[in-house]
């Protein structure tokens, strides 16, 4: 499988995009159909049925050049069609056709914009009179002798040749003879050249055109030599019909400042731009509510990276500006071309990944989000470079423009003193600032929403992975072997990873292999250790990668914003030939070969079918169809894919073998050519290629070792984890992935989304088909339900078809613009402009007109509902003020109610007050009263004095004062502890609460580890089912082999059903196990007992894992024992039987330890406490309530 990503076995979404390509083609052939409409119907609207063709004398085949007397002759006649028979048939396979529509020219066509270039211009036969069409057979005649060769040598016209040196040149014929010409170039030499050879040019005025097929000859030095005149003037971008053609400057062209935006959306500029692509492609997607695509495709270093570039530039204009999500959107690009592009030897920024980029827009045509779609990263270029090239930009932009203090925790140097940046000599790019583009980059990191935080884990990777290419080996004995240098590398490596430099070390220069209950150590050799470590700084770089692709689309994520309306910007690395190619190369150009099939199905094949099937007047058009080369990819079970991942599965196949397989199965392909050794050859659609097989079967496996992806478990770094976690998901859920691949394919198949083309090379055959073919298509019903109401007559049929033509007719659309067909209208390029404009100019009318009327029933119906509104709200303010004098009435009289009550009720309690006092007061005279008397009486028996009958009286009196006086403190010390009852009661409840919330916090706890304890042991039990298995199936395949060893044979049966009632004894069934209880409230003691008995079975998890892990190696390395037949030291069977042995003494062992584990968590978790707490609680709930 072709992946580069992560997980070697999951399908890319490259693959995916192409095999939908791919079924689209399939689904897109022309079918029977019937017509939705009647053949031709006749109507009055309908123009009269008339065969356009070319002249029977206009044919050029070859040498051979038919003449109007050689078509005149019947036999002459029959003798072209059975020629035109055989050309047809024996035609090169890898020929296409496509229909165009066939014309004559026409003096008179009101289209033709200047006299002098007739030659060019196209028009239609009429059927009228005999005269009128003999001076139309002289008009043609005179003007089909342009494209005659024999014409432009006779009159000595501007012609192209080929020079000896391959390029073209321009001159004049000077003579001729029978085959050969001599022909007078522009620099005053004079050349003989084969009349074959020789090319008609375009007049003078024909020279800058900027839409190609305005030109009247196109052959390829015609072509050429308009974009190099138009490039000559800095003028980079022109058109062929619907496609937009960019050539690459190669330095700051000012046409791309906000006046051009301006211009483009106002519609002010009209020339080729690709603001004019996405403008249309914007206009397209708001006005038919269809998503849309550009497709950018070209050659590497033709500049598509720098077109996408200025394309989301402009849609971002338009959505909005450059603030917000619009901002975020433009800020990507910063970010994939720091992570994701590089300077090759042909492009200082090239992009080394293919992206897809949808950019999604809301109902009013703002931006409301966007996601971005890789594939394919070019990971060996972290490890390997060319001489000339550089890493990706972010590596050299790190050591360039971080901070100091980033510098001092990251431990960085220079570009050049590390081994991955310094192998190919190139550490700068003329005009470029890394510096600056790091600030750059912090700044769109920002802009995106990344943290702080995890900026620092990025770059602290990337400095992970450059100290990983500085870490260096040292030969130890005359095997090769090696061990690592503990030098500044290494260390810094291992701190930036998050592990100790010394299991770093072992993962570097060792391999563990697992030997029954040993683990083996094997040291590595120096190419291995190499391999390793490369290995690892790949997939940390390409994971980080694509993370940091995740954390940018949850930025830019839609959600509930999306709208349906979208445009989707692809741009995927062009077509590659190098000196050496190698496995990126091979996917390259493959990917590159499915996307020009799929550009030759949209604009040749499907043509030609819609054409065919909706019965348009047309001829055909050769074309290059690159078929043969995507079976010679594609085909299954003999294809270069398929012949790759067959090899890839077989342990000892090397590249050798790839290519002789290679050569033996594909050698009949026309466009595969085997080479010596482990080369050979493609011929793609942009020419050959040759391939080096040299590592295609490991970068295609692409693994990683066990040993690495314990190390990236192992690190403390977060990122590292996860990237490990992911390879662990993808590698479990391939099968599933692949499900859900062909599952977004078949989903992917069910859209359609109209394409536009921005081609930056390829152009010749691209303009020969839009100038011939029908670019715009409309149903009749589409096509009258848009534009009839642009027809002045009303007594028109009301039949779609007429309707369409009476509208073409109105407009004088000249016939040769339009074809009608079956079901759809056919439009040449600009017809559908013309008729845009008037409708929009009716429209405006029709909206004013409906404006006004609008206003007038407006201001009438507010006029209305001003007047009822007055009237109304007066009536209304009237009910109000009464209601609120009626309430005030109310309130008054129940305020004084109330007040007259409250004064009863004082004067009540004032007498009753009062009368107490007095009471109190009488009550202590009586009692003084009392005292006198009996003081008189012991006056009389102990003659008291005067002053103590005083100070009797002044006691009782001080009495009376007292208590009157303590009434209030009582009153208030009552209040008091009222408040303080109160609080208690308060915080009392408080401690309920908390006390219940414990309650609820223990509960959960508990119920947690019973299911965890529950889903331990079904794990248990199935890992435990699978050793047995893995077990019983070595046994069985060495019994098969020593058929001598019967008994042997059996026990494993025997030893099966033995362990599977053991395990169904070990797992807990629905009713019959106990739960494991932990204690609601624990005490101190039994918390640690808890704590103890967790950590045991954590251990039993751990060993279980190590002991399956090992059980699973050792099986295996008996059945590979077997299956090699080469074990001079070993005894498979005596083999088996040990490991029989070891493995039930383990089990016996094991069992024992689980089930006093068990039995110690039923210990720490006994009901007893827990019921005592809750009839504690119980008691504390009631009293509370």
Same mark, same amino acid.
């Given at each position: 499988?072709?992946?580069?990503?992560?997980?070697?076995?999951?399908?890319?979404?490259?693959?995916?995009?192409?095999?939908?390509?791919?079924?689209?083609?399939?689904?897109?052939?022309?079918?029977?159909?019937?017509?939705?409409?009647?053949?031709?119907?006749?109507?009055?609207?309908?123009?009269?049925?008339?065969?356009?063709?070319?002249?029977?004398?206009?044919?050029?085949?070859?040498?051979?050049?038919?003449?109007?007397?050689?078509?005149?002759?019947?036999?002459?006649?029959?003798?072209?069609?059975?020629?035109?028979?055989?050309?047809?048939?024996?035609?090169?396979?890898?020929?296409?056709?496509?229909?165009?529509?066939?014309?004559?020219?026409?003096?008179?066509?009101?289209?033709?914009?200047?006299?002098?270039?007739?030659?060019?211009?196209?028009?239609?036969?009429?059927?009228?009179?005999?005269?009128?069409?003999?001076?139309?057979?002289?008009?043609?005649?005179?003007?089909?002798?342009?494209?005659?060769?024999?014409?432009?040598?006779?009159?000595?016209?501007?012609?192209?040749?080929?020079?000896?040196?391959?390029?073209?040149?321009?001159?004049?014929?000077?003579?001729?003879?029978?085959?050969?010409?001599?022909?007078?170039?522009?620099?005053?030499?004079?050349?003989?050249?084969?009349?074959?050879?020789?090319?008609?040019?375009?007049?003078?005025?024909?020279?800058?055109?900027?839409?190609?097929?305005?030109?009247?000859?196109?052959?390829?030095?015609?072509?050429?030599?308009?974009?190099?005149?138009?490039?000559?003037?800095?003028?980079?971008?022109?058109?062929?019909?619907?496609?937009?053609?960019?050539?690459?400057?190669?330095?700051?062209?000012?046409?791309?400042?906000?006046?051009?935006?301006?211009?483009?959306?106002?519609?002010?500029?009209?020339?080729?731009?690709?603001?004019?692509?996405?403008?249309?492609?914007?206009?397209?997607?708001?006005?038919?509510?269809?998503?849309?695509?550009?497709?950018?495709?070209?050659?590497?270093?033709?500049?598509?990276?720098?077109?996408?570039?200025?394309?989301?530039?402009?849609?971002?204009?338009?959505?909005?500006?450059?603030?917000?999500?619009?901002?975020?959107?433009?800020?990507?690009?910063?970010?994939?071309?720091?992570?994701?592009?590089?300077?090759?030897?042909?492009?200082?920024?090239?992009?080394?990944?293919?992206?897809?980029?949808?950019?999604?827009?809301?109902?009013?045509?703002?931006?409301?989000?966007?996601?971005?779609?890789?594939?394919?990263?070019?990971?060996?270029?972290?490890?390997?470079?060319?001489?000339?090239?550089?890493?990706?930009?972010?590596?050299?932009?790190?050591?360039?423009?971080?901070?100091?203090?980033?510098?001092?925790?990251?431990?960085?140097?220079?570009?050049?003193?590390?081994?991955?940046?310094?192998?190919?000599?190139?550490?700068?790019?003329?005009?470029?600032?890394?510096?600056?583009?790091?600030?750059?980059?912090?700044?769109?990191?920002?802009?995106?929403?990344?943290?702080?935080?995890?900026?620092?884990?990025?770059?602290?990777?990337?400095?992970?992975?450059?100290?990983?290419?500085?870490?260096?080996?040292?030969?130890?004995?005359?095997?090769?072997?090696?061990?690592?240098?503990?030098?500044?590398?290494?260390?810094?490596?291992?701190?930036?990873?998050?592990?100790?430099?010394?299991?770093?070390?072992?993962?570097?220069?060792?391999?563990?292999?697992?030997?029954?209950?040993?683990?083996?150590?094997?040291?590595?050799?120096?190419?291995?250790?190499?391999?390793?470590?490369?290995?690892?700084?790949?997939?940390?770089?390409?994971?980080?990668?694509?993370?940091?692709?995740?954390?940018?689309?949850?930025?830019?994520?839609?959600?509930?914003?999306?709208?349906?309306?979208?445009?989707?910007?692809?741009?995927?690395?062009?077509?590659?030939?190098?000196?050496?190619?190698?496995?990126?190369?091979?996917?390259?150009?493959?990917?590159?070969?499915?996307?020009?099939?799929?550009?030759?199905?949209?604009?040749?094949?499907?043509?030609?079918?819609?054409?065919?099937?909706?019965?348009?007047?047309?001829?055909?058009?050769?074309?290059?169809?690159?078929?043969?080369?995507?079976?010679?990819?594609?085909?299954?079970?003999?294809?270069?894919?398929?012949?790759?991942?067959?090899?890839?599965?077989?342990?000892?196949?090397?590249?050798?073998?790839?290519?002789?397989?290679?050569?033996?199965?594909?050698?009949?392909?026309?466009?595969?050519?085997?080479?010596?050794?482990?080369?050979?050859?493609?011929?793609?659609?942009?020419?050959?290629?040759?391939?080096?097989?040299?590592?295609?079967?490991?970068?295609?496996?692409?693994?990683?070792?066990?040993?690495?992806? $314990?190390?990236?478990? &192992?690190? +403390?770094?977060?990122? *590292? %984890?996860? #990237?490990?976690?992911?390879?662990?998901?993808? /590698?479990?859920?391939?099968?599933?992935?692949?499900?859900?691949?062909?599952?977004?394919?078949?989903?992917?198949?069910?859209?359609?989304?109209?394409?536009?083309?921005?081609?930056?090379?390829?152009?010749?055959?691209?303009?020969?088909?839009?100038?011939?073919?029908?670019?715009?298509?409309?149903?009749?019903?589409?096509?009258?339900?848009?534009?009839?109401?642009?027809?002045?007559?009303?007594?028109?049929? $009301?039949?779609?078809? &007429?309707? +369409?033509?009476?509208? *073409? %007719?109105? #407009?004088?659309?000249?016939?040769?613009?339009? /074809?009608?067909?079956?079901?759809?209208?056919?439009?040449?390029?600009?017809?559908?402009?013309?008729?845009?404009?008037?409708?929009?100019?009716?429209?405006?009318?029709?909206?004013?007109?409906?404006?006004?009327?609008?206003?007038?029933?407006?201001?009438?119906?507010?006029?209305?509902?001003?007047?009822?509104?007055?009237?109304?709200?007066?009536?209304?303010?009237?009910?109000?003020?009464?209601?609120?004098?009626?309430?005030?009435?109310?309130? +008054?009289?129940?305020?004084?109610?109330?007040?007259?009550?409250q004064t009863q009720a004082v004067t009540q309690l004032q007498s009753v007050i009062r009368g107490w006092l007095v009471r109190k007061r009488s009550s202590g005279m009586h009692r003084l009263k009392k005292d006198s008397k009996s003081a008189k009486y012991k006056r009389k028996s102990r003659s008291p004095t005067i002053q103590d009958d005083k100070k009797l009286f002044l006691v009782f009196q001080d009495v009376s004062n007292e208590d009157i006086q303590n009434l209030p403190l009582v009153l208030a010390e009552l209040q008091t502890r009222v408040l303080k009852a109160e609080a208690s009661l308060e915080q009392k409840e408080e401690e309920n609460i908390a006390l219940r919330e414990q309650l609820k916090q223990f509960e959960t706890r508990w119920i947690e580890y019973e299911m965890k304890m529950k889903a331990m042991e079904q794990m248990w039990q199935k890992q435990m089912a699978s050793l047995q298995m893995s077990l019983s199936a070595a046994r069985r395949s060495l019994s098969v082999e020593n058929s001598g060893v019967r008994h042997d044979a059996m026990s494993p049966r025997n030893y099966d059903s033995e362990d599977a009632a053991s395990m169904e004894s070990r797992t807990p069934s629905g009713t019959g196990s106990t739960p494991i209880k932990i204690p609601t409230n624990p005490e101190v003691g039994g918390g640690r007992e808890a704590n103890g008995t967790l950590d045991a079975v954590s251990n039993l998890m751990k060993e279980f894992e190590q002991r399956k892990q090992n059980f699973d190696d050792d099986a295996k390395a008996l059945l590979e024992v077997r299956s090699s037949g080469h074990s001079p030291n070993k005894n498979p069977n005596e083999e088996l039987r040990n490991l029989r042995h070891k493995f039930e003494g383990w089990k016996k062992e094991y069992k024992c330890r689980l089930r006093e584990a068990k039995a110690r968590l039923q210990r720490s978790g006994s009901p007893e406490p827990e019921i005592s707490c809750r009839k504690w609680w119980g008691k504390i709930s009631s009293r509370g309530l």
């Amino acid at each position: 499988m072709l992946s580069s990503t992560p997980s070697a076995i999951a399908r890319s979404s490259l693959e995916e995009m192409l095999e939908s390509l791919r079924r689209r083609g399939e689904e897109e052939k022309p079918k029977d159909l019937p017509p939705a409409l009647p053949a031709r119907p006749t109507s009055r609207a309908r123009l009269p049925s008339a065969r356009r063709s070319l002249p029977n004398n206009y044919r050029i085949g070859g040498d051979h050049v038919v003449t109007e007397s050689e078509c005149s002759s019947p036999n002459n006649f029959n003798a072209m069609e059975e020629s035109k028979k055989k050309d047809g048939d024996t035609g090169h396979k890898r020929k296409g056709n496509f229909g165009i529509k066939k014309m004559k020219q026409d003096m008179e066509s009101p289209y033709i914009a200047t006299p002098k270039v007739n030659a060019r211009e196209t028009s239609s036969e009429t059927s009228v009179s005999a005269s009128t069409v003999s001076v139309s057979a002289a008009k043609i005649r005179e003007l089909d002798c342009d494209d005659n060769i024999a014409y432009y040598i006779r009159k000595k016209l501007r012609v192209w040749c080929r020079q000896p040196g391959g390029q073209w040149g321009l001159g004049q014929i000077q003579s001729t003879s029978e085959e050969e010409a001599f022909v007078s170039l522009s620099n005053g030499d004079v050349m003989k050249v084969a009349r074959s050879e020789i090319l008609p040019a375009n007049p003078d005025i024909l020279e800058g055109v900027d839409d190609l097929i305005q030109l009247s000859y196109l052959n390829e030095p015609s072509v050429l030599h308009n974009l190099q005149f138009r490039y000559s003037q800095e003028i980079i971008y022109s058109k062929a019909g619907p496609i937009l053609i960019a050539l690459n400057p190669f330095k700051d062209v000012q046409i791309y400042g906000n006046d051009y935006v301006s211009g483009y959306r106002q519609k002010l500029i009209d020339s080729p731009h690709v603001f004019a692509m996405a403008d249309v492609a914007f206009n397209e997607m708001m006005r038919d509510e269809v998503n849309q695509s550009i497709i950018i495709s070209g050659e590497s270093g033709s500049g598509k990276t720098e077109t996408a570039k200025f394309a989301m530039q402009y849609l971002a204009a338009l959505g909005g500006g450059s603030c917000g999500i619009e901002n975020e959107v433009l800020q990507t690009n910063s970010i994939l071309e720091a992570f994701g592009n590089a300077k090759t030897s042909r492009n200082d920024n090239s992009s080394r990944f293919g992206k897809l980029i949808e950019i999604h827009f809301s109902i009013m045509g703002k931006i409301c989000g966007a996601k971005i779609q890789t594939f394919l990263l070019e990971k060996s270029r972290v490890v390997q470079l060319a001489s000339g090239e550089r890493s990706y930009h972010i590596f050299y932009q790190l050591c360039a423009g971080s901070s100091p203090d980033l510098k001092e925790r990251l431990n960085l140097k220079a570009a050049n003193e590390y081994k991955y940046l310094n192998q190919s000599d190139c550490m700068t790019i003329d005009g470029v600032d890394d510096a600056k583009r790091f600030n750059k980059l912090m700044k769109a990191l920002d802009v995106v929403r990344i943290c702080k935080e995890d900026q620092e884990l990025v770059f602290k990777m990337v400095a992970a992975v450059i100290w990983l290419g500085n870490i260096s080996f040292k030969v130890t004995d005359n095997d090769n072997h090696i061990e690592v240098v503990d030098d500044e590398a290494l260390n810094s490596a291992a701190r930036l990873m998050g592990c100790s430099s010394q299991e770093l070390k072992v993962t570097l220069s060792t391999r563990k292999i697992q030997a029954g209950k040993d683990t083996i150590a094997k040291r590595l050799t120096l190419w291995q250790a190499t391999d390793t470590r490369d290995g690892l700084a790949k997939f940390i770089y390409a994971s980080l990668f694509d993370w940091l692709i995740e954390q940018v689309n949850k930025s830019l994520a839609v959600g509930k914003r999306c709208t349906g309306r979208s445009i989707s910007i692809l741009d995927i690395y062009g077509f590659e030939s190098f000196q050496k190619n190698s496995f990126e190369q091979f996917c390259i150009n493959y990917a590159n070969e499915r996307l020009q099939q799929h550009f030759n199905r949209h604009l040749f094949k499907l043509e030609q079918d819609d054409y065919e099937l909706d019965g348009v007047d047309w001829t055909r058009v050769d074309f290059e169809d690159n078929q043969v080369c995507l079976d010679l990819f594609e085909k299954k079970p003999l294809g270069l894919i398929s012949l790759l991942d067959e090899e890839s599965n077989f342990p000892k196949a090397t590249d050798q073998t790839f290519a002789n397989k290679l050569r033996q199965h594909l050698k009949a392909n026309p466009c595969f050519k085997g080479e010596r050794g482990r080369a050979f050859r493609v011929c793609h659609y942009a020419g050959e290629v040759l391939y080096d097989t040299n590592g295609f079967l490991e970068k295609n496996r692409d693994p990683l070792p066990s040993d690495s992806i $314990q190390l990236l478990s &192992s690190c +403390s770094c977060q990122l *590292l %984890q996860l #990237f490990s976690k992911m390879l662990d998901q993808s /590698q479990k859920q391939s099968n599933s992935s692949h499900i859900g691949a062909l599952g977004s394919q078949k989903q992917s198949d069910s859209e359609f989304c109209p394409e536009h083309y921005i081609m930056c090379c390829g152009v010749l055959e691209v303009v020969r088909i839009s100038r011939a073919g029908y670019p715009t298509r409309m149903t009749h019903q589409e096509f009258s339900r848009r534009y009839g109401f642009l027809l002045s007559e009303a007594n028109v049929t $009301q039949d779609p078809l &007429s309707i +369409s033509v009476s509208v *073409l %007719q109105q #407009f004088n659309v000249p016939p040769e613009m339009y /074809q009608v067909g079956y079901t759809k209208l056919y439009l040449r390029t600009g017809q559908i402009g013309a008729l845009e404009d008037r409708r929009k100019f009716l429209m405006r009318g029709i909206l004013g007109i409906q404006m006004c009327f609008r206003a007038y029933l407006a201001r009438r119906i507010f006029g209305e509902l001003k007047n009822g509104a007055i009237t109304l709200q007066s009536f209304i303010r009237g009910e109000i003020v009464r209601k609120k004098y009626n309430a005030m009435v109310k309130s +008054s009289v129940r305020i004084a109610s109330e007040k007259l009550k409250q004064t009863q009720a004082v004067t009540q309690l004032q007498s009753v007050i009062r009368g107490w006092l007095v009471r109190k007061r009488s009550s202590g005279m009586h009692r003084l009263k009392k005292d006198s008397k009996s003081a008189k009486y012991k006056r009389k028996s102990r003659s008291p004095t005067i002053q103590d009958d005083k100070k009797l009286f002044l006691v009782f009196q001080d009495v009376s004062n007292e208590d009157i006086q303590n009434l209030p403190l009582v009153l208030a010390e009552l209040q008091t502890r009222v408040l303080k009852a109160e609080a208690s009661l308060e915080q009392k409840e408080e401690e309920n609460i908390a006390l219940r919330e414990q309650l609820k916090q223990f509960e959960t706890r508990w119920i947690e580890y019973e299911m965890k304890m529950k889903a331990m042991e079904q794990m248990w039990q199935k890992q435990m089912a699978s050793l047995q298995m893995s077990l019983s199936a070595a046994r069985r395949s060495l019994s098969v082999e020593n058929s001598g060893v019967r008994h042997d044979a059996m026990s494993p049966r025997n030893y099966d059903s033995e362990d599977a009632a053991s395990m169904e004894s070990r797992t807990p069934s629905g009713t019959g196990s106990t739960p494991i209880k932990i204690p609601t409230n624990p005490e101190v003691g039994g918390g640690r007992e808890a704590n103890g008995t967790l950590d045991a079975v954590s251990n039993l998890m751990k060993e279980f894992e190590q002991r399956k892990q090992n059980f699973d190696d050792d099986a295996k390395a008996l059945l590979e024992v077997r299956s090699s037949g080469h074990s001079p030291n070993k005894n498979p069977n005596e083999e088996l039987r040990n490991l029989r042995h070891k493995f039930e003494g383990w089990k016996k062992e094991y069992k024992c330890r689980l089930r006093e584990a068990k039995a110690r968590l039923q210990r720490s978790g006994s009901p007893e406490p827990e019921i005592s707490c809750r009839k504690w609680w119980g008691k504390i709930s009631s009293r509370g309530l």
